[in-house]
């Protein structure tokens, strides 16, 4: 039975209304079982661990306390916006299930809170309760639902000097009065959340001791209020001395589906980890090395800006919108603006207490499972750590611009290939960043391996999350591609080790393929390798069968 006709008896009428659909619609199944139905999405709900998120603040002040207090508020601010960003239908399927006071809505409504709406992210997107489209619109909650591809760029040949307000990061597309398409900015279109997202942040600033973040603070109040984000994100690099961290407002573009241009709100509130920032030296100071190193031609060479960068270790204290929906973010490397890049570096943050989570609940268990079993005392949750570390350095190794077209950036030339392509690029030259440590001697031969065992048992985790995610997709990419040259094998018991005679220069030809079609901005080649190995072979499935035991992510809560 299709995901989208698991619909129980009781909520056909209330939900279905809601979202402008009716009983006997075609696209509707009242199930004939429905204690199989209500113990399948309830399955669904416990593959996600629960576990409550805390953040080490012993070493804050009592006002940075209440600082923290206050940023988690102005982030369940992103939160609501979010809702409205993650598809149309998302608030009101939610607000229907909260009126059905029955335990079967309530399963169906933890479901729905974990996704943000009524569509399954690990299960291809599929509609699990609720009338509407069978699998969620690519237009997410940033375009009309009827809008095509053909309709938007025809719009944009026939009026041009539209063509920077519909692809900005920052409006939402509408109907006008006569059917046509629109653009209303961000701070327009979510007023009522907009100004209290910048009362809050303005607050917040009033509690800040530190200059530096109360001055990207203020900043920041101000960019929510115009959409205008290069000054906050310029003032977020030059903070300097501060216990506090904070991501907030439309970051990530994951969720436009259609092109990946609107970027969707989310918060991460976090507290510095001062010791284990310390351990990320080694990462930092090779940054340039590392991109002398990148496999690719080398007239695509740039420049590393290594001198800003700046990589913390950080405890979440609060997750909100976007980053919490489903799987959870595990660390960022931001400003996602090239320009701002360019001239300041870029900010690698790891969330280490999400980290751990995610290493004893789901790694390691997958690990046990399908590694082979010499291996499995290999995996290793240290070396987990710095894959992701240099994960996120690896979003700022190769290019931002294309080459020899410095107004075209790799994201805009990639359109909706550009966010499983850099999920790709980041761990693929997070492997082979290890490698050129390893050649530095600044790596011994033991954490190399270790690091490899751990990325093959990560791969799956990431593989999970669907072809319909990015990093999934990333993650297949590399699984299919490194399986098939012979670069990761299964032994005679069916569990997976590696070549070590050829793991690293297959990882090397796949991170020159990636860096190149990053460098030429070719969509065809993007689209072309998305197509060949960005998929989940029957194989696979065979694999995951074996760990469906294992949580596919966490349920996360956190103390405020």
Not at 160 to 168: D, H, I, L, V
Request: net charge negative.
């Amino acid at each position: 039975m299709k995901l989208s006709k698991i619909i129980v008896t009781f909520a056909v009428a209330t939900v279905l209304a809601s979202c402008g659909g009716k009983e006997g619609d075609k696209n509707v199944e009242t199930p004939n079982s429905n204690s199989e139905k209500i113990a399948e999405i309830q399955a669904r709900v416990d593959s996600y661990a629960p576990v409550l998120i805390e953040a080490d603040m012993s070493h804050l002040t009592e006002r940075e306390k209440q600082l923290v207090a206050k940023l988690a508020e102005a982030g369940k601010v992103c939160d609501d916006i979010f809702w409205k960003q993650s598809c149309s239908d998302a608030i009101a399927v939610r607000d229907s299930l909260k009126t059905l006071n029955t335990p079967e809505a309530k399963i169906m409504l933890d479901l729905v809170n974990i996704y943000y709406g009524p569509y399954d992210k690990m299960h291809e997107y599929r509609r699990f309760v609720g009338n509407g489209a069978e699998k969620r619109p690519p237009v997410g909650g940033f375009y009309p639902n009827d809008m095509t591809k053909e309709e938007f760029e025809k719009y944009i040949a026939e009026h041009p000097e539209m063509k920077p307000a519909f692809e900005s990061q920052y409006t939402v597309i509408v109907r006008d009065e006569k059917g046509g398409l629109k653009a209303i900015p961000y701070h327009e279109y979510y007023k009522p959340e907009v100004e209290k997202l910048a009362k809050l942040l303005d607050e917040a600033a009033e509690l800040c001791d530190n200059p530096s973040l109360k001055k990207y603070l203020t900043l920041r109040a101000t960019a929510i209020r115009t959409d205008e984000y290069f000054n906050s994100d310029w003032a977020w690099m030059d903070l300097k001395d501060n216990n506090i961290d904070v991501v907030i407002g439309p970051i990530e573009n994951y969720e436009d589906a259609l092109y990946n241009y609107k970027s969707a709100h989310e918060a991460v509130v976090m507290v510095k980890d001062v010791e284990a920032t310390k351990e990320l030296e080694l990462f930092k100071k090779n940054i340039a090395k590392m991109q002398d190193n990148l496999p690719w031609d080398k007239k695509y060479h740039v420049a590393a800006q290594e001198g800003g960068t700046v990589l913390q270790m950080v405890n979440v204290a609060y997750f909100g919108g976007d980053c919490q929906k489903g799987t959870k973010t595990i660390a960022a490397a931001l400003p996602n603006d090239p320009n701002v890049y360019e001239v300041k570096g870029g900010k690698k943050s790891m969330y280490k207490n999400m980290m751990e989570a995610k290493f004893d609940k789901i790694v390691k268990p997958i690990g046990e499972v399908l590694m082979a079993e010499d291996l499995r005392a290999d995996i290793d949750r240290k070396t987990m750590i710095s894959f992701v570390t240099l994960h996120e350095v690896a979003h700022n190794l190769g290019r931002g611009f294309v080459f020899n077209n410095k107004d075209l950036t790799v994201r805009k030339a990639l359109k909706e290939k550009y966010s499983p392509i850099e999920e790709l690029k980041a761990d693929i030259l997070s492997m082979y960043g290890h490698k050129t440590l390893f050649d530095l001697k600044l790596m011994d031969e033991k954490t190399i391996h270790k690091t490899t065992v751990t990325y093959i048992a990560g791969l799956f985790r990431s593989m999970r999350f669907g072809s319909e995610a990015a990093h999934g997709v990333g993650n297949f990419i590399q699984f299919n591609y490194l399986f098939e040259n012979g670069a990761s094998v299964k032994n005679d018991k069916g569990l997976y080790t590696y070549n070590k005679d050829t793991f690293f220069a297959k990882v090397g030809e796949l991170a020159k393929i990636v860096l190149e079609i990053q460098a030429e901005g070719d969509y065809g080649k993007a689209s072309d390798l998305v197509k060949k190995y960005g998929y989940n072979s029957d194989a696979l499935k065979a694999d995951f069968e074996k760990i469906k035991h294992v949580p596919s992510d966490l349920n996360a809560r956190y103390d405020y």
